[in-house]
């Protein structure tokens, strides 16, 4: 028997039966990994992705230890979006259907209450929902948590993204202590050890290894010696590649200002940042690029720090580092979370000894043909719309999700980032889906009050 086996794990004998039937031949790495100190009710953190099988991880974990008797909620499953919510529930109700009359029920967010209500009043043992639309039944008093001996956070990295961290807090507060906690996530930002340090006890981490190649960036050299020359250089090379993020470094603060103002004259979706912005222009220009709203982000090295943006798809030096450390940490910022990146140089002649303290066998690249400048410049791929309402006026992640979401709205997967500031708040929605999503906010109130919206330019 392999430790790939389902078999090795002491697992509920019709559990067991069905996963054959289910076709579930051996173990995923993230399933081998997780299940046994999920199985013996440890607390786990794993690094995994959709598609690696953590749902069945957690799923036959919570359906080990249920009481099949008692019609009392005894796992919730905390999701981002309530696709991501239907997906689990139905994966758990696939891997429950040789145990009889197992309830999941799903919690979230543009859906009527009215039925979710009368499903809980029937009784349910496994809950999953989205952060916001759960908290209101606690509010309301129609789910109670007392009974819950497992709890999962899914996507953990995400729903912090839009914003669900003091909401999720306050659904912990209601769940026993002595539950155990599943928290699963694609990437490790701080925030994540930071919650996991919070409401998990000594959790075994496990970490799938990639399916995908390792971690690359790919590096390319081009000599450019002119301003014109690296204006010409920088617009062909994000022509060619056309990321949704690109950081692109300058040494000084004038030119982060001049590079940005050429590349918006182009029709480019640039700003910069530097010294010189107040913070409201700062968070501003920072949350439109992390929204994907704005494709390139033209900074310092001083601007640019503190900037925890894991998925960017290129940096290009539009000036090289004075410095090999400094190369390396402006390149590092792309091909995070076992994505590739391009990180492309431009250095001037006077400049191959910075080139060559980089160590690297280097053999300068040819720029893609200018013919490339023709082609029309590709769209961000989100907009960000800023809504005049924000902490003070009691907005939460959830009311806007739930605003944008339900009949007339756009699908929770369309919606980004969410940001709730204390006066205002800014939500990343999918660019061709921009006018539906204003024109829902703007008909439909949220919490009954109508909030002024417009798109952050
Ligand atoms: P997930 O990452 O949880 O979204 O799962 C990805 C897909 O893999 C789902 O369609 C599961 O039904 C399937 N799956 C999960 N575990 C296994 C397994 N051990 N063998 C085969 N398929 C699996």
């Not at 099988?53 to 099949?68: E, P, S």
């Not at 893609?368 to 791929?381: A, M, V």
């Not at 006018?435 to 703007?442: C, G, M, N, P, T």
Request: hydrophobic content about 40%; aromatic content about 4%; glycine content about 8%.
């Amino acid at each position: 028997m392999s430790t790939t086996d389902f078999s090795s794990l002491n697992l509920h004998p019709d559990l067991l039966k069905n996963l054959s039937s289910l076709g579930y031949e051996s173990m995923t790495p993230i399933q081998a990994l997780s299940l046994p100190a999920i199985l013996s009710g440890k607390d786990v953190i794993g690094q995994g992705k959709t598609g690696s099988g953590k749902t069945a991880a957690f799923g036959l974990g919570l359906l080990q230890k249920l009481n099949v008797k008692s019609f009392k909620a005894q796992s919730i499953v905390l999701c981002p979006t309530r696709e991501l919510a239907d997906q689990v529930a139905s994966e758990i109700r696939k891997l429950a259907r040789a145990v009889h009359n197992i309830k999941v029920l799903t919690l979230c967010g543009g859906a009527p209450f009215g039925p979710q209500i009368g499903s809980l009043e029937h009784g349910t043992h496994i809950v999953v929902g989205t952060p916001g639309r759960i908290e209101e039944h606690l509010r309301k008093g129609t789910l109670k948590l007392d009974h819950i001996t497992t709890l999962v956070l899914d996507e953990a990295d995400r729903m912090l993204d839009m914003g669900f961290q003091d909401t999720i807090d306050e659904i912990i507060e209601k769940i026993p202590a002595n539950r155990q906690t599943l928290l699963f996530s694609a990437t490790f930002p701080d925030e994540i050890a930071s919650i996991a340090e919070r409401v998990m006890q000594s959790p075994t981490m496990v970490e799938a290894p990639s399916t995908h190649e390792e971690s690359t960036i790919k590096q390319y050299f081009y000599e450019a010696n002119s301003a014109d020359e690296r204006m010409m250089a920088l617009r062909l090379l994000l022509a060619k590649h056309k990321p949704d993020s690109a950081l692109v470094f300058c040494n000084t603060k004038i030119d982060t200002q001049d590079v940005a103002d050429e590349l918006i004259y182009y029709g480019f979706y640039a700003l910069s940042i530097h010294g010189d912005l107040d913070q409201r222009e700062r968070d501003q220009a920072l949350i439109r690029f992390s929204n994907k709203s704005i494709s390139v982000l033209v900074a310092t090295d001083v601007a640019a720090r503190g900037l925890d943006i894991d998925s960017l798809d290129m940096v290009i030096n539009f000036n090289i580092a004075h410095d090999p450390e400094v190369h390396v940490h402006r390149i590092g910022r792309t091909g995070r979370a076992g994505r590739s990146g391009i990180a492309c140089t431009l250095y001037g002649d006077r400049e191959t000894h910075k080139l060559n303290a980089l160590e690297l066998d280097i053999t300068p690249d040819s720029l893609p043909s200018d013919s490339l400048l023709d082609k029309p410049i590709r769209k961000p791929t989100m907009t960000t719309l800023k809504i005049d309402g924000g902490k003070k006026q009691k907005l939460r992640p959830g009311d806007i999700v739930g605003g944008l979401t339900g009949k007339g709205g756009i699908p929770g997967d369309k919606i980004g980032k969410i940001i709730v500031a204390s006066n205002w708040s800014y939500v990343a929605v999918s660019s061709e889906l921009v006018k539906q999503a204003l024109k829902k906010i703007s008909n439909d109130k949220l919490k009954g009050r109508s909030f002024r919206v417009r798109i952050l330019s």
